[in-house]
């Protein structure tokens, strides 16, 4: 298995002619485009629609490739790979000091997540405002690329950092600030309408509060003998597909329990989804984080800081308290023992994952004594420690190898008795305090977790737990059919109308609308 991964990822001197060949084609596509919406403009803007899978469908019906090519959808996958592409030369540009350039590329890749966003929101992009960033983008590109930087040494790293950034900019809305939280925040209107929905629902019917009550109380939820899963989401649909597809692949559904936390916004909805929809019988807990009375700034350094940096910042007060409830719940698979006080084992899950196979085997893998099972992310060289850690600073470099695997959140077993008896939280607010300065790392849950869990960490067979479908349309098909858990992690999230086209039923057949 650790062979074949090397083989999916097509080898990076091979991506030369691969890069120049998409400017090339970003720079004819865009003229093509240009000239295209100037004559089709009025027929384009239709107003936008209510359901992404009727969409979906509508545009697999009508458009042929010449079309698909010139849609706003492509238009704004375009943007999105020279976005990339210009990500990756910003990070260049800072290593090389050229603070002016990377001004200027950084300045061009607001607008475009700007822009960005819009069409996720389904807002038609047109020519007046797209023309501009796409040539700006490709000037700068090009002059990265012929004056700057020499593109045949420099390749090997850019394709690493492309995959590095994207990563951290999974797991941490800070890395691109602002496409991150208005990705989630616009994502597709029938989203929208479905919690909008679901929480009249929950108004309307007294039943659902008494039957939330019954399963709160439920003795399932704190008995050993069964499986038990933790999600952390806002997302209602995102986390129905989790549940729902490791329900159906499950051999006996009844004996698996979801523990979900969300925000208090998409508490009702949740809560109302999960009672109105049938999952094999299997047990769903729905908390909302404010229930968490202990997760405070006097316990948690994590909620000390967002605090802190909150205060400082000028971002209303509304807006700040979604912000923080939005990036604790990407945290809070470090308090899991906390939340889950009478469990022994959970499986962690984060809410952009789709599952394919009986993750109860996940239960019977031999831990060795370690806190966490996780996959490895080695294989290409620059997933180890010193991609995501600071190591110049002297208590890191005196206590880990800076070529240590990483590995990866997203699918992971946790033992919970070994995690209280090694203090694993404790050691989290250890490496949160010393990086109060953000010297150790900048943002994200990974380099925290990869300190924390040093040594305790025991790998899985990397089939457990497949990553990239937020990001990589390379992935081989064989990988693909073979993994237990798909992880879709980056930016192309399968709820958004970036998503990867070729990703994207794979999580859409875990998901019916009641609501069209
Ligand atoms: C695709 O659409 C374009 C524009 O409407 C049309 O000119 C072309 O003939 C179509 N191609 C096919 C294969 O249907
Ligand atoms: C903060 O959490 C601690 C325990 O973690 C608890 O004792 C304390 O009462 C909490 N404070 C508030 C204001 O809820
Ligand atoms: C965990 O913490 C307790 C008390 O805080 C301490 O007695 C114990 O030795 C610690 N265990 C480890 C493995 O650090
Ligand atoms: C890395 O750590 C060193 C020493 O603590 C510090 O001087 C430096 O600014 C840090 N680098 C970053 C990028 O934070
Ligand atoms: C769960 O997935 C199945 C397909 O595996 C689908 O038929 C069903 O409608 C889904 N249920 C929900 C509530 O999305």
Not at 105 to 125: D, E, F, M
Not at 184 to 189: F, I, M
Not at 348 to 368: I, N, P, R
């Amino acid at each position: 298995m650790r062979r074949r991964a090397t083989e999916f990822r097509r080898p990076s001197r091979r991506r030369i002619p691969g890069w120049i060949w998409l400017l090339l084609l970003i720079s004819v596509t865009a003229g093509m485009v240009l000239f295209f919406f100037q004559h089709r403009q009025d027929q384009v803007a239709t107003p936008v629609q209510e359901n992404i899978l009727d969409a979906e469908e509508e545009m697999r019906a009508t458009l042929n490739f010449t079309q698909e090519l010139l849609s706003s959808n492509s238009f704004a996958r375009q943007l999105a790979e020279q976005m990339t592409l210009a990500k990756a030369y910003l990070v260049i540009a800072k290593e090389h000091d050229n603070l002016q350039f990377a001004w200027e590329l950084s300045s061009r890749i607001r607008n475009c997540q700007l822009l960005l966003a819009q069409a996720a929101a389904g807002k038609v992009i047109t020519q007046k405002e797209a023309g501009p960033i796409i040539t700006q983008l490709a000037q700068l590109i090009y002059k990265a690329q012929d004056s700057h930087y020499d593109i045949s040494t420099i390749i090997d790293t850019l394709r690493s950092h492309v995959l590095a950034l994207e990563e951290r900019a999974n797991s941490a809305i800070v890395q691109s600030a602002e496409f991150g939280r208005l990705a989630t925040e616009v994502v597709s209107k029938s989203l929208h309408c479905v919690s909008i929905k679901l929480t009249e629902e929950w108004f309307r019917n007294p039943a659902h509060q008494r039957l939330s009550e019954e399963v709160r109380n439920s003795p399932r939820l704190v008995d050993n003998n069964l499986y038990h899963f933790c999600i952390f989401s806002d997302n209602v649909l995102a986390t129905s597909v989790v549940i729902n597809s490791t329900v159906s692949n499950a051999d006996h559904p009844q004996q698996l329990v979801f523990h979900v936390v969300t925000d208090e916004v998409n508490y009702w909805a949740m809560t109302t989804w999960f009672l109105g929809n049938d999952f094999g019988g299997c047990t769903i807990e729905v908390r909302s984080i404010e229930e968490l009375s202990w997760l405070n700034a006097s316990y948690s350094p994590l909620v000390k800081q967002m605090v802190q940096d909150g205060s400082k910042g000028s971002i209303g007060e509304m807006k700040y308290k979604n912000m923080i409830f939005g990036l604790l719940l990407k945290h809070l698979h470090f308090y899991i023992p906390q939340i889950q006080p009478l469990l022994e084992k959970v499986v962690f899950l984060d809410d952009d994952v789709v599952v394919q196979k009986d993750l109860t085997a996940l239960y019977s893998v031999e831990l060795h004594g370690n806190v966490i099972g996780a996959v490895e992310t080695c294989l290409e060289a620059f997933h180890r420690f010193y991609k995501y850690i600071n190591f110049s600073n002297p208590i890191i470099g005196s206590k880990f190898d800076p070529q240590t695997c990483g590995w990866a959140f997203g699918m992971n077993i946790i033992d919970l008795i070994a995690w209280r008896k090694s203090n694993i939280t404790a050691k989290y607010h250890y490496w949160l305090e010393q990086n109060a300065d953000k010297t150790l790392w900048k943002a994200g849950t990974l380099p925290p977790g990869l300190l924390t869990f040093y040594g305790l960490m025991e790998p899985l067979d990397r089939r457990w737990h497949v990553l990239g479908l937020g990001y990589d349309s390379d992935i081989d098909d064989r990988l693909i059919e073979s993994a237990a858990v798909l992880h879709y992690n980056g930016n192309l999230k399968p709820w958004l109308k970036l998503a990867i086209r070729r990703y994207k039923h794979l999580w859409e057949r875990s998901l019916t609308f009641l609501y069209s």
